[in-house]
């Protein structure tokens, strides 16, 4: 890898060129669809900015020009992606959290030979408030042999990404992306419009900090999972004692964990044996990231990334974050299936 310092100006564009240049027989279309998701993270940021302005400059907007309501942030950012990839000639199909079904690349456009799965924002209930939300996205190759990507092309496991990444819109805009060659991270200098490189090789410390739960579940969580979290906190043989810090936008809570250390965990419970969080395009890009930066994610039993998926929409229990962490939970929790949905 070409080494960087964090005070060394480098662009997204430079960076993702210097790591093409490291695989001779790399097309560029990767690449390609890396820029264009820096350039709808950039038209995101700028909605998710003025949210709060959403009611006052909508009304007037939509009233005058197309005559219809005001759409919610996850729909219009939803849309900005779409309208940003679909015509590059490098995917061959998309799918959104927004979305029941597969999002076809309309046919004056050429077909690529990718999937891009994505949460075009996340933790959207939170932007009423003004908490940071984000974008995950996850990349997979065509594997059927068809021009339009297919179900199957959907539904591999997460050890088949390629690319996978997420966008932050917190107190400043960060991207963070892996091609498998370490998870690296970019702010978004908004004087010049450019995601700088601000942190090269991000590695997320063992030594745990924070805990991410919501903890209001416990009711319905196993007992195994609560003596988890009993642990976690210092208690019943557990070592030194995480933080409680859970902001309620998985992006959030993950990234803080990235760069602080510890756990974010989502189990499952008896209201929801599956969890709430979607494998394909939250879990599985997360996992490619951590899991680059040194930590784990598991379902409780398993390594979400060798999940095989069943559905697009498809739920899964998490547990990411730093190694050791993780591997406490595996331990606790393996030999349990019916609550993983294994
Ligand atoms: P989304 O806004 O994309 O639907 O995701 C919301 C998710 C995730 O961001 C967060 O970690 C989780 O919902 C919070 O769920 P609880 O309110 O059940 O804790
Ligand atoms: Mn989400
Ligand atoms: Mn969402």
Same mark, same amino acid.
């Given at each position: 890898m070409v080494k960087h310092t964090a005070t060394s100006v480098v662009t997204i564009e430079r960076f993702i060129i210097e790591?093409?240049?490291?695989?001779?027989?790399?097309?560029?279309e990767l690449s390609g669809i890396l820029y264009d998701m820096a350039l709808a993270a950039k038209m995101i940021a700028s909605k998710v900015r003025s949210a709060g302005l959403a009611d006052i400059l909508g009304s007037a907007e939509n009233e005058n020009v197309q005559g219809e309501m005001q759409q919610r942030l996850d729909v219009l950012a939803n849309e900005m992606i779409v309208k940003a990839m679909d015509h590059g000639g490098r995917l061959c199909a998309m799918a959104s959290e927004e979305e029941p $079904?597969?999002?076809?690349?309309?046919?004056?456009?050429?077909?690529?030979?990718?999937?891009?799965?994505?949460d075009p924002l996340d933790g959207s209930s939170n932007i009423d408030v003004n908490v940071p939300v984000g974008t995950i996205f996850s990349v997979v190759r065509?594997?059927?042999? $068809?021009?339009?990507?297919?179900?199957?092309?959907m539904l591999q496991p997460g050890r088949r990404q390629v690319a996978a990444g997420y966008v932050i819109y917190g107190s400043s805009t960060m991207l963070v992306y892996t091609t498998g060659q370490g998870a690296h991270g970019f702010t978004l200098d908004p004087s010049i419009g450019e995601f700088l490189l601000s942190h090269p090789n991000i590695r997320i410390p063992d030594d745990g900090r924070y805990l991410s739960v919501n903890d209001s579940y416990e009711q319905h969580w196993d007992d195994d999972v609560k003596l988890l979290m009993r642990r976690y906190r210092g208690l019943d043989g557990g070592g030194k004692p995480l933080s409680g810090r859970y902001v309620g936008s998985l992006v959030a809570d993950f990234h803080r964990n990235l760069l602080g250390g510890g756990i974010f965990a989502y189990p499952a419970n008896?209201?929801?044996?599956? $969890?709430?969080?979607?494998?394909?395009y939250e879990a599985n890009p997360l996992s490619f990231i951590v899991?680059?930066?040194?930590?784990g994610a598991i379902d409780g039993v398993r390594d979400v990334m060798n999940i095989d998926p069943t559905e697009l929409h498809q739920r899964?229990?998490?547990?990411?974050?730093?190694?050791?962490?993780?591997?406490?939970?595996?331990?606790?929790?393996? $030999?349990?299936?019916?609550?993983?949905?294994?």
């Open positions: 790591q093409e240049r490291l695989h001779p027989e790399a097309t560029g $079904g597969i999002i076809s690349i309309p046919e004056q456009f050429r077909c690529g030979k990718y999937c891009l799965l994505f065509k594997i059927t042999r $068809g021009k339009h990507g297919e179900m199957e092309d008896r209201k929801s044996p599956k $969890g709430k969080l979607r494998l394909l899991e680059e930066a040194g930590g899964t229990p998490l547990y990411i974050g730093s190694k050791s962490a993780v591997e406490q939970a595996r331990q606790l929790l393996s $030999g349990r299936s019916e609550l993983v949905g294994a």
